[in-house]
C-alpha cells in the first residue's frame, strides 16, 4: 500500500453501502456539533474510543458538512449513517450543500505536505501544516482532514458530488482470552 | 477551556484547562497575540490539563507556533500526552512543533 494516503473520490465505493448502519438526521447548528457528535459516539464499544480519539474524529467530519457543506444554514440538515463494533467504525455523513470540489487540489497539497515531513524540511512545512481556501475563516485549522486520512484507514471516500462522505476505520483484534468459569 | 498565566522570571507560562475544541481555542490564539503585543518574548504552552484538543484547537497552535517562529522569538509546548499527543500524530506534526517533556524542563531549556 501506498503510504501516501489521499482522499477518494467514487460513489460505487464499498464504505457507501449502508446495510445494517444506524442513521440520524441533524440541523445545520454549528453550537452543536460536539453533542450531535457525542449522540452518535455513545452507541461505540469503549474498546474503540482511544478515550476521545473516535470522538474527535467524528466530529471533524459532521463539523466539515454543517461548516463547509451547510455554511451552518439551520435550514439544511445533515445525515448520518454510522455503525461500530469492536472490530471496525464507519460513518456516513450527508449535507446539503454543493460539494466538496478541490479534492485533486487538496490531494495535490497534501502531497507537498508529506514531502515536506519526509525531507523534515520544517521551513517549507510552514506553507503546507493548513490547507486554506478563500472560505476559510479564523477558526477553520485547516488540518481536520490530514488527520482524517490517516485515522481512517478503510478510506474518506466522497461521493461524485462531494456532498457525502464514508470513512471507515478497522481496529486491530484484540488477542482471544481463556474464560474462566 | 481556562488559561492561566504564571511567570517565572522572563518566561511566561500559560496553563491550559479543558478542551481546545472548535468553540474555544481562539482564546488561547488571542491570549498570546496580546502577550505578543506587551513584547513578551518567552513562552511555555502548558497543555498538561487539556483532555481533548481538535483541528480547531491545533489549528491554534499552528497559527501560534508560526507567528512567533517569524519574530524570531521562544516558544515551548509542555506536557502533549495521551488523546492530545496522538491527534497531533495524525497530523504529523510532532517535529515541527516546539515540544519538550514538562515546565521545568522547558523553563531551564529557555533560561538564558
Keep these: ?181 | 477551556m481556562e488559561l492561566k498565566i504564571r511567570k517565572s522570571s522572563d518566561i511566561y507560562i500559560i496553563d491550559v484547562n479543558g478542551e481546545m475544541d472548535l468553540y474555544n481555542s481562539y482564546k488561547l490564539k488571542e491570549l498570546v497575540m496580546k502577550m505578543l503585543e506587551k513584547k513578551i518574548q518567552k513562552i511555555v504552552i502548558n497543555l498538561e490539563s487539556v483532555e481533548y484538543i481538535d483541528s480547531s484547537g491545533i489549528g491554534a497552535l499552528i497559527y501560534i507556533c508560526s507567528t512567533i517562529k517569524k519574530l524570531g522569538l521562544k516558544l515551548l509546548i509542555t506536557n502533549v500526552r495521551g488523546s492530545v499527543k496522538k491527534v497531533i500524530e495524525l497530523t504529523k506534526l510532532m517535529g515541527y512543533f516546539p515540544i519538550t517533556g514538562n515546565v521545568i524542563e522547558a523553563v531551564r531549556e529557555l533560561t538564558d
Design chain 1, 1 to 181: 500500500m501506498s503510504d501516501i494516503k489521499s482522499i477518494l473520490q467514487e460513489s460505487q465505493h464499498p464504505l457507501f453501502s449502508r446495510e445494517s448502519m444506524f442513521s440520524k438526521e441533524f440541523p445545520s447548528d454549528y453550537r452543536q456539533i460536539r453533542y450531535f457528535t457525542l449522540m452518535i459516539v455513545q452507541k461505540a464499544p469503549p474498546e474503540i474510543k482511544e478515550i476521545n480519539l473516535l470522538e474527535q474524529q467524528i466530529s471533524e467530519i459532521i463539523k466539515n458538512a454543517v461548516k463547509h457543506g451547510n455554511h451552518s444554514d439551520p435550514q439544511k440538515k445533515i445525515r448520518v449513517w454510522y455503525s461500530f463494533s469492536t472490530e471496525e467504525a464507519r460513518l456516513i455523513v450527508e449535507d446539503e450543500g454543493d460539494g466538496f470540489t478541490a479534492i485533486d487540489e487538496w490531494n495535490a497539497f497534501n502531497k507537498e505536505r508529506l514531502a515536506c515531513l519526509a525531507q523534515e524540511d520544517y521551513i517549507k512545512l510552514a506553507d503546507y501544516v493548513s490547507y486554506r481556501t478563500e472560505k476559510s475563516d479564523d477558526n477553520d485549522g485547516g488540518n481536520a482532514m490530514f488527520a482524517a486520512v490517516e485515522y481512517w484507514n478503510e478510506g474518506v471516500v466522497f461521493d461524485d458530488k462531494g456532498s457525502c462522505v464514508a470513512v471507515g476505520k478497522r481496529f486491530p483484534k484484540k488477542r482471544p482470552g481463556i474464560e474462566l468459569s
